[in-house]
């Protein structure tokens, strides 16, 4: 089956603590991108790749990185996460865009709460 | 800059009623122009899209307009059902560069 996949789906931790958020899809796709959801805001675009070790910043990309060493995996790193940073995260990916924008396929999310 | 505009929701509507979700957006050149749909502790899946003026995107008796004159891509729906209930976001994605946008998303909720 065709998917994107996120792990954990769900994590609560505490200020400073260095976490990843996995993201791997299996369609191999060349573009992937990381968004945070929150209430009033939509989803806003945090990082992305055009490829393997292609990636760029979005519009919300501090206190994040991002590494691609393979094309299906995209994870999300927070190296001292902060309050602010409690948010709902989606990964997606798409096929590219050199032929023009396409959709995106999205993760499941990942909740996470920073105490 | 690029930038969508989604209606304020929640939205309530009785079972068979008429849906619009208005969304206008500001973009730079020519962008190709997207609704997704998020259902109740889901990610987002694509509804439709339009990638060119006048484009009419349609799935699921939904229906949107790419309108270039008016930057608008408004949602409809002739007869919403329950199952309709969910999260509805419009997007954007310039045809130069790499990033999507998204409005803020509109919260539909049809009752019986």
């Known amino acids: 089956e065709a998917q994107v996949t996120q792990n954990p789906r769900y994590l609560i931790t505490v200020t400073g603590k260095k976490l990843t958020v996995t993201c791997s899809q299996n369609?191999?796709?060349?573009?992937m991108s990381w968004y945070r959801q929150d209430p009033g805001l939509g989803l806003r675009q945090i990082y992305y790749s055009m490829n393997v070790e292609v990636t760029d910043k979005g519009d919300v990309p501090e206190g994040y990185k991002v590494s691609r060493k393979e094309k299906r995996n995209f994870p999300l790193i927070l190296e001292s996460p902060s309050p602010n940073q409690t948010s709902l995260y989606f990964c997606?990916?798409?096929?590219?865009?050199?032929?023009?924008?396409?959709?995106?396929?999205f993760g499941p999310g990942t909740r996470l709460t920073v105490l | 800059g690029n930038s969508v505009t989604q209606m304020e929701g929640p939205v309530t509507l009785s079972e068979e009623a008429f849906l619009t979700i208005n969304c206008t957006y500001t973009a730079t050149g020519y962008p190709s122009l997207f609704w997704y749909v998020q259902y109740p502790g889901e990610g987002l899946q694509l509804l439709l899209k339009?990638?060119?003026?006048?484009d009419k995107g349609s799935n699921k008796g939904f229906e949107a307009t790419y309108r270039k004159e008016t930057t608008s891509f408004h949602l409809e729906k002739g007869s919403v059902q329950v199952s309709d209930s969910a999260v509805y976001f419009c997007a954007l994605a310039p045809n130069t560069g790499n990033q999507f946008y998204f409005g803020t998303g509109t919260s539909l909720t049809v009752i019986p």
């Open positions: 339009a990638t060119k003026a006048d």
């Open positions: 369609m191999n796709h060349e573009y």
């Open positions: 997606a990916s798409s096929p590219g865009l050199a032929g023009g924008p396409v959709e995106q396929f």
